[in-house]
């Protein structure tokens, strides 16, 4: 035999075993691929709390603005309001009325309410604050714009003799920086035979002193006028005016005149 035969043959018996190693390995089932498991999170424990779906204004019910909604159980305080503790306040609070101005999203407090058969005047009023009503009308009251939570001053205008007062008049601030805690308003019609509202009673928050003052003072004045301050200004602390009406000892701009054994408080031009 030749050397060319034998190199044929050799090349032919080294693709034959080729050949069949690869046929062997497609034949043989794929090797499979182990994935470990990736290390389980912890589960988030969720509590049912009582929620705000829409903001409700100061004095408004709750009505239907109120759902169960799930919390994280380790932010639950012991001010919200739990399914688990408390399963029928969803029915039982719809009639409560909002002691302050609440948030849709904020979980509901009973602290934020008015308590039953507590009125809501009272639940909203300060400790060593009173509610005092005054007589407005929309000329004395910044034009019928003066809204519950807004600061007003109180001021007094009353007739007086001429000898004192040539224009026949005194005006003068009895308090200042009182919160009003509501208004008592009515529908009118107005000339264009549009419908507004007027106040027409004016509730003030003050504290036992202011209140004897106002008492007076509506017992002295012709007309009482609320005088609406700015925002920025409510923080300012009042000078108490208007104590000199119930003491009797007069202001620095007033003399005490006394006419046949009667004392009078009189006011000077300014």
Do not use: C
Not at 107 to 112: D, E, G, I, T, Y
């Amino acid at each position: 035999m030749n050397k060319s035969r034998i190199i044929i043959l050799g090349v032919a018996v080294g693709a034959a075993i080729g050949a069949g190693y690869l046929a062997k390995n497609l034949a043989s089932p794929p090797q499979q691929v182990v994935v470990a498991p990736a290390p389980e999170q912890p589960t988030v424990q969720l509590t049912d709390v009582l929620v705000l779906t829409q903001d409700i204004p100061m004095g408004e019910m709750v009505g239907s603005a109120v759902k169960w909604q799930p919390w994280p159980s380790e932010t639950v305080n012991g001010t919200f309001i739990t399914r688990e503790a408390d399963p029928k306040a969803l029915d039982e609070l719809q009639n409560a009325v909002a002691r302050v101005p609440l948030l849709a999203g904020e979980p509901l407090r009973r602290s934020k309410l008015v308590g039953d058969g507590q009125s809501f005047l009272s639940a909203i009023l300060p400790p060593g604050k009173r509610a005092v009503a005054t007589r407005i009308s929309a000329d004395t009251s910044a034009g019928g714009f003066i809204l519950p939570n807004d600061h007003v001053d109180v001021i007094m205008t009353r007739r007086t003799d001429e000898t004192t007062s040539p224009n026949g008049f005194i005006t003068e601030t009895v308090l200042e920086n009182i919160r009003v805690l509501a208004i008592d308003q009515t529908i009118h019609e107005d000339e264009d035979g549009r419908r507004v509202k007027i106040g027409e009673t004016a509730t003030l928050e003050l504290t036992p002193e202011e209140a004897e003052v106002i008492t007076v003072a509506q017992q002295m004045a012709d007309r009482l006028t609320l005088s609406l301050r700015s925002v920025s200004d409510s923080s300012e602390q009042s000078t108490d005016p208007g104590f000199h009406l119930v003491t009797g000892m007069g202001r620095g701009d007033s003399v005490r005149v006394i006419r046949s054994g009667e004392v009078k408080i009189e006011g000077t031009r300014r």
